[in-house]
C-alpha cells in the first residue's frame, strides 16, 4: 500500500487511516485506488473481522484531489474519436466507483470516524460504509454541484437508502455543508463526540464488540442487510432462508451453545 493510506491490524480489528494530511487527504489517484485494494485484501484477510475508517490530521478528507480531476481529463483527449473519448472517460468513472464499491462488497463491517471535514468524494466514500460517527465539528458537504458536477461514485445513490429523500436533495442541489450533529439529526452518523480522541475510543470499543461476534453471522448479516436494502421484503426472506440453510450448521453455531451452557464467553475461529 502506498504512504497515503496506513493499515493497523490488532487483534481482528483493523484500522486503516488516510495518510494525506497535509493535503487535508484529498485523494489522489494512487489513494483512490488503494482504498478498494485495501478492502479486498481485508475482506481476504480471515484474521480481520472488522474495520475502521479514519483520516490523520485536521480532517477526515477534503475529497478528491483536483489534480487527479484534471488528470482524467486530460487522459480521454488522448483519443481522436469523441465516441472512444466518451467511452474512456465512462470507463473511468466505473473504476472509481468500483473502489469505494469494494468498501460496501468487505465482507467486513467498516466503521468510519469522521473529524474535521468530509467533503465532497468523502462523502462518497462515507457512504459505502456500515456506520459513521463523527465529531460535533464534523463538516460534511456534497461539493460536486459547486464543480459544476454531478456527483458520479455513489453519494446520489447510497445516501437516499441513509437519510430522507428530502434532505439528501436539499444537500446535493444546494451543497451547503452540514455539522457532524446536523448528520445525527439526519440518521447520517450514528453519534457525535466532543473530539476526534474520545470518538476513536468509542469506535473502537464498538469494534470490538462486533469483533467478538460470531464472524459468519456477521458475514451474513452484512449480507443479508445490503440485499434488503435493495429487493423485497419476501426477496429478502427467501435469501436469508436459502443462506441459513447453507450456512446454519456451523463451528460457530456450536461454539455459541457451548459457552451459554458453559457460563463463558464464546471463542470463535477465524
Known amino acids: 500500500m502506498p504512504d497515503s493510506l496506513k493499515i493497523r ?8 487511516e488516510l495518510n494525506r494530511p497535509d493535503k487535508a487527504n484529498a485523494m489522489d489517484e494512487e489513494l483512490w485506488f488503494a482504498l ?16 475502521i475508517l479514519s483520516g490523520a490530521g485536521s480532517h477526515f478528507t477534503a475529497g478528491i484531489d483536483l489534480k487527479f480531476l484534471q488528470s482524467v481529463g486530460q487522459e480521454v483527449e488522448r483519443f481522436d474519436c469523441e465516441g472512444r473519448k466518451r467511452e474512456h472517460l465512462r470507463r473511468k468513472i466505473i473504476k472509481m466507483q ?25 462523502v462518497d466514500l462515507v457512504s459505502a460504509c456500515d456506520m459513521r460517527y463523527s465529531t460535533s465539528d464534523a463538516v460534511f458537504q456534497i461539493k460536486e454541484i459547486d464543480l459544476g458536477l454531478t456527483a458520479d461514485v455513489g ?3 447510497r445516501l437516499p437508502k441513509l437519510i430522507p429523500q428530502g434532505i439528501v436533495r436539499e444537500l446535493a442541489y444546494t451543497g451547503r455543508k452540514f455539522s457532524g450533529e446536523e448528520a445525527r ?9 466532543a473530539d476526534q480522541e474520545s470518538m476513536i475510543s468509542a469506535v473502537r470499543k464498538i469494534a470490538e464488540q462486533i469483533a ?22 419476501a426477496d429478502g426472506l427467501n435469501y436469508v ?18 459457552a451459554m451452557m458453559q457460563n463463558r464467553s464464546a471463542e470463535y475461529k477465524d
Open 185 to 193: 439529526e439526519f440518521g447520517l452518523v450514528n453519534s457525535c463526540y
Open 36 to 51: 478498494g485494494d485495501c478492502f479486498r485484501e481485508l475482506d481476504e484477510n480471515e484474521a480481520v473481522r472488522v474495520c
Open 155 to 157: 453519494t446520489l445513490q
Open 241 to 258: 432462508a436459502t443462506w441459513n440453510s447453507a450456512m446454519l450448521l456451523s463451528a460457530d453455531l456450536e461454539e455459541s451453545v457451548m
Open 98 to 122: 468500483a473502489a469505494f464499491t469494494q468498501i460496501e462488497e468487505c465482507r467486513k463491517p467498516v466503521l468510519a470516524a469522521i473529524h474535521g471535514g468530509c467533503i465532497g468524494g468523502g
Open 9 to 16: 491490524i490488532n487483534s481482528a480489528v483493523a484500522e486503516i
Open 212 to 233: 467478538d461476534k460470531a464472524p459468519l453471522a456477521i458475514r451474513g448479516v452484512k449480507e443479508m442487510l445490503l440485499h434488503s436494502r435493495d429487493n423485497s421484503v
